[in-house]
């Protein structure tokens, strides 16, 4: 089984600040969460700058098969059972940036999904932004004796429910589309942003969510040159935010139609097998995680992909101060 480093970015969010969710986060460390996905214990701390975090997810079943060949060849069954207190376990490790909210994590079969991921985070968004709420309110509906009207409106206006996260795309992935065609007759590009950069049409830019514009092409100009120009069109960090955001459409070497689309298949940041994967983890306890190897190997590509995940600022920038922290400062236990 194959394990993949994967880029994510944490969307842009309203009202609650990324120390703050991780405060929240850092605070749930070695306890057991109820998701959707499953029961998850996580972790997580600051390493060099970075949100480190690691995820270990119990698989429900108890029971496993294990296969071997007898001395005369025949393959035997061993069906083997967990004690108890004993739980088979999937574990994800991730880095992410505070700044950029871009970051890595390990992804394979079993594992937390980038659904999971997103659902980690934004049990802790939405706990805070629940909390801030609350207090807004009280706030709103005890100023005094004068009535505070529309007090939903000005709670939404604070605390929008806009948290998301998106898997990124290497440089890779534009290249990857490309080189699969010997001849391009048009592009489609379907993007948020595309009547800003429209010229003519830039007027009805207040008006549009999303704007689709298809470029057909002369057979007899230079591939060579319109691939470059293609690769120019695209941030090559952008998530897309759907699967289609540019569909290329020609011909393959072969001589046969060749439809395409940029970003729908997510490249990675790094490959390894599983069992490679499984010796890079903590050695005996899993509080121990922030020193293990795959720790440091995700550390390694945020750095060397720098242009896509920023560096990290110092902590003191957006870090929250916990009671923990507080109490060591002040010499208390």
Known sequence: MRVDVVGFKILPFSGVEIGEVFQSLENKTDTEMSLQIGTVVPYFTVVEGWIVGQLIRFR??????????DENGDLLVDKQELASDEHGTEVTIM???????????????????PNGLKRIFQYSFSEIRRQKIKELRNQLTQF????????????????????????LS????????LKHFQEISSVHVNSEDALSKAGFFSPLEAYSKRAKFEFSFERNI?????????????????SFQRTKAIRVIGLAASGADLDLVVGENIENFGKLSYDDYVELLPPDKWKNFA?????????????????????????????KVGMSEMNHRSGGY
């Open 60 to 69: 429900s079943n108890k029971k496993s098969i294990v296969s071997k060949r």
């Open 95 to 113: 880095a992410l940036n505070p700044s950029t909210l871009r970051g890595v994590f390990y992804s394979y079969r079993g594992a937390v999904t």
């Open 144 to 167: 005094g004796d004068k009535k505070v009207v529309a007090i939903d409106k000005r709670i939404q206006a604070s605390f929008p429910y806009d948290f998301d996260l998106k898997l």
């Open 170 to 177: 290497t440089p890779r992935d534009v290249d990857q589309v």
């Open 222 to 238: 230079s591939q060579n040159s319109l691939k470059s120009a293609l690769k120019s069109l695209l941030n090559p960090i952008q």
């Open 291 to 319: 020193s293990c190897e795959a720790v440091s190997r995700a550390l390694s590509v945020v750095k060397e992909y720098s242009r896509v995940f920023g560096c990290p600022p110092d902590e003191a920038t957006w870090r």
